[in-house]
């Protein structure tokens, strides 16, 4: 069983900068699609972005592109999500998830979901 802890949401004002922190545990992630999905109150769960672990090949959102870097640590089975510039906007439930699959680009289909960390942005 694929188990995801996410940490290091919190409250952070226009213009700052969070990094998230996911640990997978249960399975080796490598062969895994990793990726992290933000969900805002009232609205649909969003791909933010995504990485293939073999290929190391990345997938953005447009509104995260140039903003947001994910990164994975085979080593110690993490993923992280550097996120700067950060705007209103991206205010949300941030969700670590992983597939035991290609990604196919960014997506929201996943196995396996942590059970998130707040993300907010003030102005």
């Known amino acids: 069983q694929v188990q995801l802890v996410e940490s290091g949401g919190g409250s952070v004002q226009v213009g700052g900068s969070l990094r998230l922190s996911c640990t997978v545990s249960?399975?080796?992630?490598?062969?895994?699609?990793l990726g992290w999905v933000r969900q805002a109150p009232g609205k649909e769960r969003e791909g933010v972005a995504a990485?293939?672990?073999?290929?190391?090949?990345?997938h953005y959102g447009a509104s995260v592109k140039g903003r947001f870097t994910i990164s994975q640590d085979n080593g110690a089975n993490m993923l992280y999500l550097q996120m700067n510039s950060l705007k209103p906007e991206d205010t949300a439930m941030y969700y670590c998830?992983?597939?035991?699959?290609?990604?196919?680009?960014?997506?929201?289909?996943?196995?396996?979901w942590g059970q998130g960390t707040q993300v907010t942005v003030s102005s």
């Open positions: 249960g399975a080796t992630i490598r062969g895994y699609c």
């Open positions: 998830a992983a597939r035991s699959d290609y990604c196919f680009g960014l997506t929201t289909r996943y196995n396996y």
């Open positions: 990485i293939d672990i073999r290929t190391g090949t990345t």
